[in-house]
T-cell receptor, first 118, second 109 residues
């Protein structure tokens, strides 16, 4: 199997606060996890690639001090949106590479977290 | 630069067959993926092709021609629940996924 969970599924917060999103691979070990953001009616945008035990690799234009990523174990990665602002409101989706089907390079997605910053 | 092209939107009739094409130009190739994404949900994995030819999986099949930089996703016996966006993604030589913008498929009764 290749199940990825994400928590919370939905969060509303005030501007200036921080929000932590958890991504877990439930039935496989994921050495690499990915964090995406998707605005309405737009395609997925990769934010960062996270490898277990090392610093995340951020895509151009993504602020690493604002979007903190921790990949502490082979089954857990967290994304913390620090000092969130209304423009950070989006659909955040994690994926994990691995699993028993589709090849070792296949990414399996969590259900996503919808963030609304007021 | 790297580029993935797929139609923006397609319409088909329930029970029919539809083919969604994807062409790509990437620096290297380590496989092509198709994902399905329903509105408001995360993508779900459909297929992975790394060798030329057709991979069949139930009502869905995916074809790859590496020499032409071309793939298609074939959906048979269309059902209303197949209404979704279909994303084509290519893994380049750095094992990075390059995503297409997705094809929105509308199924009519």
């Amino acid at each position: 199997g290749a199940v990825v969970s994400q928590h919370p599924s939905r969060v509303i917060c005030k501007s200036g606060t921080s929000v932590k999103i958890e991504c877990r691979s439930l039935d496989f070990q994921a050495t690499t996890m990915f964090w995406y953001r998707q605005f309405p009616k737009q395609s997925l945008m990769l934010m960062a690639t996270s490898n277990e035990g090392s610093k995340a690799t951020y895509e151009q234009g993504v602020e690493k001090d604002k979007f903190l990523i921790n990949h502490a174990s082979l089954t857990l990665s967290t994304l913390t949106v620090t000092s969130a602002h209304p423009e950070d409101s989006s659909f955040y989706i994690c994926s994990a590479r691995g699993g028993s089907s589709g090849g070792a390079e296949t990414q399996y997605f969590g259900p996503g977290t919808r963030l609304l910053v007021l | 630069g790297q580029n993935i092209d797929q139609p923006t939107e397609m319409t088909a009739t329930e029970g029919a067959i539809v083919q969604i094409n994807c062409t790509y130009q990437t620096s290297g190739f380590n496989g092509l993926f198709w994902y399905q994404q329903h509105a408001g949900e995360a993508p779900t994995f459909l297929s992975y092709n790394v060798l030329d030819g057709l991979e069949e999986k139930g009502r869905f099949s995916s074809f790859l021609s590496r020499s032409k930089g071309y793939s298609y996703l074939l959906l048979k016996e269309l059902q209303m629940k197949d209404s979704a966006s279909y994303l084509c993604a290519v893994m380049d030589s750095n094992y990075q996924l390059i995503w297409g913008a997705g094809t929105k498929l509308i199924i009519k009764p």
